[in-house]
């Protein structure tokens, strides 16, 4: 059975980015992605251009920490059924 990832809390992330005074755009030049990244991260639930969930998570990982964010505070874990 695959392993479900765990649901990236978007609005947290663009909170804390927006307190940071960072637009879509500094931010990715920051974490080394690029703006739709951020953009797809912020807005959306798809990984379209991320090619993969479990990619999506890791670049929400990288872009947490550098908002001094800990991965509890934007990444939910899955429920068990």
């Known amino acids: 059975m695959p392993l479900t990832p765990p649901t990236i809390l978007r609005v947290v992330l663009k909170k ?3 307190e ?3 637009t879509q ?6 974490v ?7 953009h797809e991260m912020e807005e959306t ?4 251009t991320f090619y993969s969930m479990t ?3 890791h670049a929400a990982k990288r ?3 550098h908002l001094g964010l800990k991965e ?3 990444l939910e874990p899955v429920k068990k059924s």
């Open 55 to 57: 990619i999506k998570v």
């Open 32 to 38: 080394c992605l690029r703006k739709w990244h951020i």
């Open 45 to 48: 639930e798809t990984f379209i």
């Open 16 to 18: 804390a980015r927006e």
């Open 63 to 65: 872009i947490g920490a």
């Open 20 to 22: 940071k005074g960072l």
């Open 72 to 74: 509890s505070e934007f």
């Open 25 to 30: 755009e500094e931010l990715a030049d920051i």
